[in-house]
């Protein structure tokens, strides 16, 4: 990933249709890891499942919520530390498990959207699915490049196509997003009709950001924090180059611009 002095790069990883949306973001951030600190954050409004499926110990729960209404003052980096727990290389904040408590920490007590990029290092925040009127809408604006995970099924591909036709709105008078920040990543899946590969790359163009395997094994390795080879830790690999060549030339236009 780009280096920004002590300034995070943010990764919003979400979906529209289809899954996987959390496995590609926990992959995404040990990838990461490999080079700089990473960062895992839990931000979906529907609930956390982090707890669930890592092996963290219970105080992981809800760490998000303690970051968004503090009992104690600090600085907020001090606070993403303080709640923040290692999954491999990792630091993994997770969002309460309740859906009304993780909505909650979306109309916080303090601004920690805002404050993601006094993290160093990369921060990979997972927004869960997109809805209408969905909270997690500043996360997509605040980030250096937003992950849209979808499958190669028909219907989900096709939604998502037309998702970033209409600049990432996702109902009348919503508010949409800069696509051209948007990368789609493809996981495969059983089950469906699917495009093909090659079909997808060419149809999404410069949007297309790669393509994740079926690996049950690989996942089960990526949640036990020791996914080092396999064809989802090299496809994870590809899928950050992409993703940190993008961050890279979307800067360099932005200085261009500046200098301008």
């Known amino acids: 990933w ?4 002590r300034c995070a790069v943010i990764v919003a990883v979400t979906s529209w249709r289809g899954w996987g949306t ?7 951030a040990s990838v990461a890891a490999l080079n700089d600190e990473a960062w895992l954050i839990e931000a979906d409004p529907a609930g956390g499942v982090l707890v669930g499926r890592l092996p963290l110990p219970r105080t992981a729960l809800g760490g998000l919520e303690r970051v968004a209404f503090p009992v104690e003052q600090c600085s907020l980096v001090e606070a993403w530390h303080d709640v923040a727990h290692d999954h491999g290389p990792v630091r993994v904040v997770s969002a309460p498990a309740e859906p009304f408590r993780a909505l909650a920490c979306h109309r916080p ?18 927004a869960g699915r997109l809805r209408p009127g969905s909270p997690a809408w ?3 604006h605040a980030a250096d490049v937003v992950v849209c995970v979808t499958a190669a099924e028909v219907s989900a591909a096709v939604a998502t196509s037309e998702w970033l036709h209409v600049d990432g709105r996702v109902g009348p008078g919503e508010r949409g997003i800069d696509v051209t920040r948007v990368r789609v990543v493809f996981v495969d899946g059983p089950g ?20 994740l395997p079926w690996d049950a094994v690989g996942v089960d390795r990526l949640h036990n924090g020791s996914l080092r080879r396999g064809p989802l830790w090299s496809a994870a690999q590809r899928v950050a180059a992409h993703l940190a060549a993008s961050v890279t030339a979307s800067a360099a236009a932005t200085e261009a611009v500046g200098v301008s």
Not at 109 to 126: F, Y
Not at 192 to 211: C, E, K, L, N, V
């Open 2 to 5: 780009p280096r920004r002095g």
């Open 22 to 28: 959390t496995t590609a973001a926990l992959a995404l």
């Open 192 to 211: 469906g009709i699917a495009f093909s590969r090659s079909t997808m790359q060419a149809d999404f163009d410069d949007h297309y950001a790669g393509w």
């Open 138 to 140: 500043p996360l997509l």
């Open 109 to 126: 007590r303090v601004d920690w959207i805002g404050g993601l990029h006094e993290l160093s290092g990369t921060v990979v925040v997972d």
